[in-house]
């Protein structure tokens, strides 16, 4: 596994086909500060800029995966703070794959605390997997603040009455793994919860089988469903299939499976259409 050596608040690493990203402030609870703010954007756009990554694997260090801003950090450095505010305005914020239009697969690996403005991160994942003795809360509405970006990303993934029951509890309550589970938020729970890197890495070995072209047309497919009424999604996701015909992807996919090998698929970068 290769890691790259210039983030102070992440780790970035390379394993194979599986980019990891990974929350390095374990003693914040992986909280934001001004600097993981700005090495986030750059991150993200590394990985999914590299032909030789093919999924994405966010997690973080220590006994939580994210815990949201770092507000007595970001209130001590002004300048950051007022940045972070016009981008939160103007709904330019750049924390998560979504916002950084990666269009590559990203898996998020939950373990321990994911609060406030790390459900950002549960929301734009494509796979959620989590710990067993993970738990979500959103404290917005127990110190005076609006919940908004996140729980509106979340309710179009996810049932309304669930998100807004975490959303008006706020503190008072705790969404355990197990129930998320149920209500579809994540698609497994790891048990132990030691395994969960393990778990992680299993399934994006699976999904990095996979052709790059081919999911990453996929993904906006997808994501473009959420942004549109039925019929539009539908003519916007038959405009990505037929995008790539024509593809060698598309030949040497039939033929390997003929063959009974593993496909050589095209590589790609990450693809950024406006």
């Not at 770092?70 to 924390?95: H, I, M, P």
């Not at 979504?98 to 406030?116: D, F, L, Q, R, S």
């Not at 919860?193 to 990453?216: I, W, Y």
Request: hydrophobic fraction near 40%; charged fraction near 25%.
């Amino acid at each position: 596994m290769s890691e790259h050596p210039s983030y102070e608040t992440l780790i970035v690493e390379r394993e194979g086909p599986i980019g990891w990203l990974i929350f390095n402030r374990p003693d914040r609870g992986n909280a934001m500060d001004a600097r993981m703010l700005h090495e986030l954007e750059r991150a993200w756009r590394e990985l999914d800029t590299d032909p030789a990554v093919r999924v994405i694997v966010n997690a973080g260090e220590g006994q939580s995966f994210q815990t949201g801003l770092d507000v007595g950090q970001l209130g001590r450095n002004r300048d950051a703070l007022r940045e972070q505010s016009r981008r939160t305005k103007n709904a330019e914020l750049k924390l998560t794959a979504w916002h950084n239009a990666v269009w590559k697969p990203v898996i998020a690996a939950v373990n321990g605390t994911c609060a406030g403005g790390g459900l950002h991160f549960v929301a734009d994942a494509d796979i959620v997997i989590a710990s067993s003795d993970a738990t979500f809360v959103d404290p917005h509405v127990s110190i005076g603040q609006v919940t908004a970006y996140e729980v509106v990303a979340l309710v179009r993934k996810s049932p309304m009455e669930a998100i807004a029951r975490m959303a008006f509890t706020g503190t008072h309550e705790r969404l355990p793994a197990r129930r998320a589970y149920e209500l579809g938020l994540l698609s497994e729970v790891v048990d132990p919860p030691e395994r969960l890197r393990d778990a992680a890495r299993e399934l994006a070995q699976k999904v990095a089988r996979n052709s790059p072209a081919a999911m990453a047309a996929t993904k906006r497919a997808l994501w473009g469903a959420l942004e549109r009424g039925l019929t539009d999604a539908c003519r916007a996701g038959s405009a990505e299939l037929v995008g790539m015909w024509g593809h060698p992807d598309q030949t040497e996919g039939p033929l390997a499976f003929a063959e009974k090998r593993e496909a050589e698929w095209r590589p790609v970068a990450g693809a950024r259409p406006a």
